[in-house]
């Protein structure tokens, strides 16, 4: 079977994932503690974005990694879909809210009893910050994400293909990633406190962007190997 094509558009995508997992970082992280309603569009707009290139790629590691174990690969691609769906509704969501808020002239703090106030600083926030519904604290873009990150990683370890530096990629992004879902967990109060923006910013300036732009770069240069 010929994934040729479709080897190359994932590893196009991986690398468009890259880029917008950073731009989301940087919108959520550096944008919204100055101005919380453009941090929450553009956040909004590269969470969605990120979801749709990410599904590609998923599912272009399946087929390098089903070799190694049918079971477990599916179970990894099935949670990495999972979770890129649940950052395209919960980024669209976000976007819709914002357009809206705009027009209405909602304030930050209105923002916040939509379940937005994750972009603002702390001290811009005075309502209470209520969960996503769709995706609670992170629980599919963080919590899920985290598990598939972590599934795959642990396949290449066992496959010739994939470098030994990628997968220790992976184990860290897992780790960060796990660490923001928990740690948002645990203490809803307050969703930036200097614990989990630190792991935040390790996982969205650095960890993310780069296993997905690192694999996106193989995935495009090596489809002939698919």
């Known amino acids: 079977m010929d994934t040729t094509t479709f080897t190359r558009f994932a590893g196009m995508c991986g690398i468009l994932a890259g880029v917008s997992t950073f731009l989301y970082a940087i919108s959520?992280?550096?944008?919204?503690?100055?101005?919380?309603?453009?941090?929450?569009?553009?956040?909004?707009?590269?969470?969605?974005?990120?979801?749709?290139?990410?599904?590609?790629v998923f599912v272009a590691l399946y087929h390098r990694l089903m070799q190694i174990d049918r079971g477990f690969a599916l179970w990894g691609v099935l949670l990495g879909v999972i979770s890129a769906a649940g950052a395209i509704v919960h980024g669209?969501?976000?976007?819709?809210?914002?357009?809206?808020?705009?027009?209405?002239?909602?304030?930050?703090?209105?923002?916040?009893?939509?379940?937005?106030?994750?972009?603002?600083?702390?001290?811009?926030?005075?309502?209470?910050?209520?969960?996503?519904?769709?995706?609670?604290?992170?629980?599919?873009?963080?919590?899920?994400?985290?598990?598939?990150?972590?599934?795959?990683?642990?396949?290449?370890?066992?496959s010739h293909y994939f470098p030994k530096r990628l997968q220790a990629l992976g184990y860290l992004l897992a780790a960060s990633l796990a660490f923001v879902y928990i740690m948002r967990l645990i203490d809803n109060r307050d969703v930036l406190t200097p614990q989990i923006t630190v792991a935040?910013?390790?996982?969205?300036?650095?960890?993310?962007?780069?296993?997905?732009?690192?694999?996106?770069?193989?995935?495009?240069?090596?489809?002939?190997?698919a």
């Open 28 to 56: 959520v992280l550096v944008i919204a503690r100055g101005t919380p309603h453009l941090g929450a569009l553009f956040g909004g707009l590269f969470l969605l974005m990120s979801g749709l290139f990410v599904m590609p």
């Open 92 to 158: 669209g969501s976000d976007f819709t809210y914002v357009v809206h808020a705009a027009d209405a002239g909602l304030t930050a703090d209105v923002l916040g009893l939509m379940g937005l106030s994750v972009y603002a600083a702390p001290g811009n926030r005075a309502a209470p910050d209520l969960p996503n519904a769709i995706d609670p604290l992170g629980l599919l873009t963080f919590g899920l994400a985290s598990m598939a990150v972590f599934v795959v990683s642990w396949l290449m370890g066992r």
């Open 200 to 225: 935040w910013a390790l996982s969205g300036f650095f960890a993310q962007p780069g296993w997905y732009v690192w694999l996106g770069s193989m995935l495009w240069r090596n489809s002939d190997r």
